[in-house]
């Protein structure tokens, strides 16, 4: 056996059989002539009613993996890694409140009093049926002695998108509807070099490339279940839409690390991005002959952005450190939300060409100490404000607060800051705890915008928690390991909010455990209980109470 060459395998499945997290909630308008149902409909705050709900979300998530390494000598290696991953989700058991003689009902008016009916849609409790399949490959070359690594790295995106069922019959519909498929593929290279003690300074250089398309098919189907059905007499060829785009960036980097004096250190640094939207296109097709209706090219668009970062760590002694640094960042956004496009129809989700990347500045002062042996502790303050922050914006029907279409914009400006604490303690060889806790508060910083979700804005953001608490206990012996970890999240919403109802932002405070057995060398068996004692919230949608995972994981 060549002592130079090393491979490893991995194989990875996890499932889940879902819980009901979402729910289906519709608003009443004025009318008559519908079933009056067995039973009064679950009412939220806001005045919609709850309809019912897609059923259990049903997911497999399979990974395959390998790798072969190559020792040059004891400094230089080359290393291959291979990743497979297929994903799948779908709906399942969906459920309705309406009842109507004792059969359920999922479609038509339904008078829920007063002169108001509600209307239910079939294609709604359906849900959607997602999959996802895709190929990463990379390359990794290291030089340890001379300090110096490139990597390249290729993700082939093979599948990647949802269906939904169109015009459905009833609720066991698995006729027609349609497919959003947007693959793409992505390349990664960079390259660093760094040179440790020219006098009082290390430093680093590199840069790196980046290079995505994003390639969207909106398709019919004859069977929404089945993303094979395509009817390839529909459309061109089966697409009645096609929309796309590619992105690229380059970026240059230079850090120096200087040592002052024995206590004092200095980092500085200095980023140089160059990002490129382009080739950004829709299309458009005639459903029955396929001729080309409408064809939208979008422009070039290229950002440049130098991000400095300095910062300085003193060590007081040889158990305490203060630390205080600044940094500037340059976040693009990701092409499906400048791109992808669901149709403006019914509250879909429309592309954005003309999204910008977000900019941030961040500070921060803090302090690690090691109180004793068994004892560290670290508390921080920082503070971050973001300029053109990206937000999911909901546009109105004129004249009413229901949704025509949704997209991604640009938006206002948030500031973020709080103070985080963190100790960890070991009592003995088996037994150790740890807790963090943070303190945080947003501000947001908009005008409004007319016909939208969007309003005047110079407060608080209660979608950020003004409260982070994580803490546990972990123990180890032999071949055993157990933890049991505690978290607590405030609400994120406005104090003077519903909460405990469907689309509440609900506090909570929940308890996990896991436990790990060496069964066998390189054989681990694990089993796993989140929120232990089931407690019920909501986080948007409803949440899953306990749950149970069991695994076997085995690598050689």
Same mark, same amino acid.
């Given at each position: 056996?060549?002592k130079?060459?090393?491979?490893?395998?991995?194989?990875?499945?996890? /499932?889940?059989?879902?819980?009901?997290?979402?729910?289906?909630?519709? %608003?009443?308008s004025?009318g008559s002539?519908?079933?009056?149902?067995?039973?009064?409909?679950?009412q939220?705050?806001?005045?919609?009613?709850?309809?019912?709900?897609?059923?259990?979300?049903?997911?497999?998530?399979?990974?395959?993996?390998?790798n072969?390494?190559?020792?040059f000598?004891?400094?230089?290696?080359?290393?291959?890694?291979?990743?497979?991953?297929?994903?799948?989700?779908?709906?399942q &058991?969906?459920?309705?409140?309406?009842?109507?003689?004792?059969?359920?009902? !999922?479609?038509?008016?339904?008078?829920?009093?007063n002169?108001?009916?509600v209307?239910?849609?079939?294609?709604?409790?359906?849900g959607?049926?997602?999959?996802?399949?895709?190929?990463l490959?990379?390359?990794?070359?290291?030089?340890?002695?001379?300090?110096?690594?490139? &990597? !390249?790295?290729?993700?082939?995106?093979?599948?990647?998108?949802?269906?939904?069922?169109?015009?459905?019959?009833?609720?066991?519909?698995?006729?027609?509807?349609?497919?959003s !498929?947007?693959?793409?593929?992505?390349?990664?290279?960079?390259?660093?070099?760094?040179?440790?003690?020219?006098?009082k300074?290390?430093?680093l250089?590199?840069?790196?490339f980046?290079?995505?398309?994003?390639?969207?098919?909106?398709?019919?189907?004859?069977?929404?279940?089945?993303?094979d059905?395509?009817?390839?007499?529909?459309?061109?060829?089966?697409?009645?839409? &096609?929309?796309?785009? /590619?992105?690229r960036?380059?970026?240059?980097?230079?850090?120096?690390?200087?040592?002052?004096?024995?206590?004092?250190?200095?980092?500085?640094?200095?980023?140089?991005?160059?990002?490129?939207?382009?080739?950004g296109?829709?299309?458009?097709?005639?459903?029955?002959?396929g001729?080309l209706?409408?064809s939208?090219?979008?422009?070039?668009?290229?950002? %440049?952005?130098?991000?400095?970062?300095?910062?300085?760590?003193?060590?007081?002694?040889?158990?305490?450190?203060?630390y205080?640094?600044?940094?500037?960042?340059?976040?693009?956004?990701?092409?499906?939300?400048?791109?992808?496009?669901?149709?403006?129809?019914?509250g879909?989700?429309?592309?954005?060409?003309?999204?910008?990347?977000?900019?941030?500045?961040?500070?921060?002062?803090?302090?690690?100490?090691?109180? %004793?042996?068994?004892t560290?502790?670290?508390?921080?303050?920082?503070?971050?404000?973001?300029?053109?922050?990206?937000l999911?914006?909901?546009?109105?029907q004129?004249?009413?607060?229901?949704?025509?279409? /949704?997209?991604?914009?640009?938006?206002?400006?948030?500031?973020?800051?709080g103070?985080?604490?963190?100790?960890d303690?070991? !009592?003995?060889?088996?037994?150790?705890?740890?807790?963090?806790?943070?303190?945080?508060?947003?501000?947001?910083?908009?005008?409004?915008?007319?016909?939208?979700?969007?309003?005047?804005?110079?407060?608080?953001?209660?979608?950020?928690?003004k409260?982070?608490?994580?803490?546990?206990?972990?123990y180890?012996?032999?071949?055993?390991?157990?933890?049991?970890?505690?978290?607590?999240?405030?609400?994120?919403q406005?104090?003077?909010?519903?909460t405990?109802?469907?689309?509440?932002?609900?506090a909570?405070?929940?308890?996990n455990?896991?436990?790990?057995?060496?069964?066998?060398?390189?054989?681990?068996?694990?089993?796993?209980?989140?929120?232990?004692?089931?407690?019920?919230?909501?986080?948007?949608?409803?949440?899953?109470?306990?749950?149970?995972?069991?695994?076997?994981?085995y690598?050689f």
């Amino acid at each position: 056996m060549n002592k130079k060459l090393s491979f490893g395998v991995g194989y990875e499945n996890r /499932k889940s059989d879902g819980y009901r997290g979402y729910y289906y909630t519709g %608003s009443a308008s004025k009318g008559s002539g519908g079933i009056k149902p067995d039973h009064e409909l679950p009412q939220l705050s806001n005045g919609k009613y709850v309809l019912g709900g897609r059923g259990e979300k049903v997911w497999e998530n399979e990974n395959i993996s390998a790798n072969v390494k190559y020792d040059f000598d004891e400094d230089r290696s080359l290393k291959y890694t291979f990743i497979h991953t297929e994903s799948e989700y779908r709906y399942q &058991n969906p459920w309705t409140t309406i009842y109507k003689d004792g059969k359920p009902v !999922f479609s038509g008016s339904v008078d829920v009093g007063n002169g108001q009916i509600v209307k239910p849609s079939i294609g709604t409790y359906l849900g959607y049926d997602g999959r996802k399949e895709s190929d990463l490959h990379t390359l990794s070359y290291n030089d340890n002695k001379n300090k110096f690594s490139a &990597n !390249f790295g290729y993700l082939d995106m093979k599948s990647n998108g949802y269906s939904s069922s169109s015009s459905p019959k009833s609720i066991d519909w698995n006729g027609a509807g349609t497919d959003s !498929f947007y693959p793409g593929e992505t390349y990664n290279f960079d390259v660093q070099k760094a040179w440790d003690n020219v006098g009082k300074h290390s430093i680093l250089v590199g840069g790196s490339f980046k290079q995505e398309s994003f390639d969207q098919l909106r398709k019919y189907l004859s069977n929404w279940r089945d993303h094979d059905s395509v009817i390839s007499g529909l459309g061109d060829n089966g697409v009645y839409e &096609n929309h796309g785009g /590619k992105a690229r960036n380059i970026a240059l980097f230079v850090q120096d690390e200087y040592q002052i004096s024995d206590p004092m250190t200095m980092y500085l640094g200095v980023r140089y991005d160059h990002f490129t939207k382009m080739d950004g296109k829709s299309r458009y097709y005639d459903k029955n002959t396929g001729a080309l209706t409408r064809s939208l090219d979008y422009d070039e668009v290229s950002y %440049s952005e130098f991000s400095p970062k300095i910062a300085f760590d003193y060590k007081a002694d040889e158990k305490t450190n203060y630390y205080v640094s600044y940094g500037h960042s340059f976040n693009p956004p990701p092409l499906y939300q400048v791109y992808r496009d669901g149709g403006g129809s019914m509250g879909g989700v429309v592309a954005n060409p003309d999204l910008d990347p977000e900019t941030s500045n961040t500070f921060e002062i803090g302090m690690k100490k090691k109180l %004793s042996r068994q004892t560290n502790l670290g508390i921080s303050l920082y503070q971050v404000k973001t300029d053109d922050k990206i937000l999911y914006t909901t546009h109105y029907q004129p004249g009413t607060t229901t949704a025509e279409y /949704k997209k991604y914009e640009n938006y206002g400006t948030e500031k973020r800051r709080g103070v985080e604490f963190t100790v960890d303690h070991k !009592f003995n060889d088996n037994w150790g705890t740890y807790f963090n806790y943070a303190w945080q508060q947003g501000k947001v910083k908009q005008n409004a915008v007319a016909g939208t979700n969007l309003k005047d804005a110079d407060s608080a953001d209660y979608g950020i928690p003004k409260h982070l608490l994580h803490a546990g206990v972990n123990y180890n012996k032999d071949k055993f390991n157990a933890i049991l970890d505690c978290q607590y999240v405030s609400a994120r919403q406005a104090p003077d909010d519903v909460t405990g109802e469907y689309g509440a932002e609900d506090a909570y405070f929940i308890v996990n455990t896991a436990f790990n057995y060496e069964i066998a060398k390189d054989t681990i068996l694990q089993f796993g209980i989140n929120n232990l004692f089931d407690k019920e919230f909501y986080a948007s949608e409803a949440t899953s109470g306990r749950t149970y995972n069991v695994g076997l994981r085995y690598s050689f």
